[in-house]
């Protein structure tokens, strides 16, 4: 992927457990890890949010990969087997964070279902973690490489949407 490509649209799909990035001449496709609940907007669920949602703040900035984040700050830590062993319950945020806000009023936005409050990000996890599976707490968890690039393909305010359905569409056929 290359910065010289016109971006027209970003989207998740639950069912793949794929993010997709759609270029003018180009699609890149990476394998994510949802929310393990399945899918929901209230607070509290744990569940990954449908709809239209941009993104709101990117966080970490030139960290080096395995970068630790608590509350979006980072810990000084560098994730690594031996940290993970100290802490076996912590829900590990890596390397960089796109944080999303919702856009649809009453649905992602604002109220129990605000996607920005609930704290609902893209972030990287531990490369032994699976992608391809729903496993995630609700956050959308990418390889540690890929959100890298992600992040850098990526602006604030850049719109994504997370759809439950598949990529693939219904072919066109003749009559």
Same mark, same amino acid.
């Given at each position: 992927?290359t ?8 989207e998740?799909? &639950?069912q793949? /457990?794929q993010?997709?990035?759609t ?6 496709n ?8 399945? &899918?929901?907007?209230?607070?509290g669920?744990? /569940?990954? =949010? ?9 966080i970490?900035?030139g960290?080096t990969?395995?970068t630790?984040?608590?509350g979006?700050? =980072? ?6 087997p031996?940290? @993970?062993a /100290?802490?076996p319950?912590?829900d ?11 856009c ?7 109220g129990?279902?605000?996607s920005?409050q609930r ?6 996890? =531990?490369d032994s973690? =699976?992608?391809?599976? @729903? ?9 540690n ?14 719109? &994504?949407?997370i /759809?439950?359905?598949?990529? @693939?569409? &219904? ?5």
């Open positions: 992927m910065n010289d490509h016109l971006l027209e649209k970003v998740i799909s &639950i793949d /457990q993010l997709r990035l270029f003018d001449d180009e699609i890149v990476y394998s994510i890890s949802t929310s393990k609940l399945g &899918i929901g907007q209230q607070k669920s744990n /569940q990954t =949010p449908l709809g239209w949602h941009q993104i709101r703040a990117k970490g900035a960290a990969e395995n630790v984040f608590i979006r700050r =980072p810990t000084g830590e560098i994730y690594s031996e940290l @993970a /100290q802490f319950q912590r590990w945020i890596l390397t960089r964070i796109l944080w999303l806000s919702g649809e009023i009453g649905n992602n936005r604002l129990s279902v605000d920005m704290y609902i990000y893209i972030h990287g996890t =531990p973690e =699976p992608m391809g599976r @729903a496993e995630s707490h609700g956050c959308v968890r990418m390889r490489t890929d959100v890298i690039e992600l992040f850098d393909a990526l602006d604030v305010g850049t719109l &994504i949407w /759809q439950k359905l598949p990529f @693939a569409r &219904i072919s066109c056929r003749s009559v």
